[in-house]
């Protein structure tokens, strides 16, 4: 989806567009909305794009983890161990989590550049002390995983979840103008990232702004 169109982009993107004739004038109320001038065609192709990618990635991400757990353990990279722990975390228990917190440290140990290994392990500190799994306290894990977090960012400038989990961090620690400030970037990155507008509420419902947190229901 990156770089030069792909041929069934191209065909898309050529049914999608149409000139008027003189012989068929459509009134206004009747032209397809898919039909657009040549001058929109580019929008037309990032709008394709952006939705193929939404529909897309669940099946991606889910076949990744599939495939990761297949590995023998002793043959990850920093990927299949990535994959891995988020596999682990998703089970959300006292033993599961646990091997979250040992699988994402070894992806960085894999690779010390790969931003996903101090994502994972910030949301695995954060679920273990909210959901009592050890003993470390919520203040503990909310100052560790605020730093995995801007650890990864640098890391990945293009890493929206890294973002929004920082907003989150800094939120909890009552930092609402600065938890607005990461999930507006990760939504200016991943417009449709659902994580990121239900922080956007809540910074913007404790910043006192009940109503635009709410939204409209189908305003995403």
Known sequence: MYGTPSTASCICLACAWRPATPHEPDPPSRRDPRRRDLADIFELQD??????TIAVAPAI????????MRKPPGS???WAAHQRGLWHLGKY???DNGLAEKLFPQAVDLD?????GYRGLAYAQIQAAVGGFHTGGLPKAQSSAKALARRAIPLDGADAEARTFLGEVLLYRGDREGAL????????????????????GAALIFSGL???????????
């Open 47 to 52: 709008e394709i794009t952006e939705a193929v």
């Open 61 to 68: 991400a889910d076949a990744e983890l599939r495939r990761a």
């Open 76 to 78: 990850l990279n920093a």
């Open 93 to 95: 228990s006292v033993e």
């Open 112 to 116: 010390p550049a790969f931003a996903g």
């Open 181 to 200: 400030a990461e999930v507006e970037r990760a939504l200016a990155m991943t417009p449709n990232l659902a994580g990121a507008h239900g922080w956007r």
């Open 210 to 220: 009940s109503k635009e947190g709410r939204g409209r229901p189908d305003e995403h």
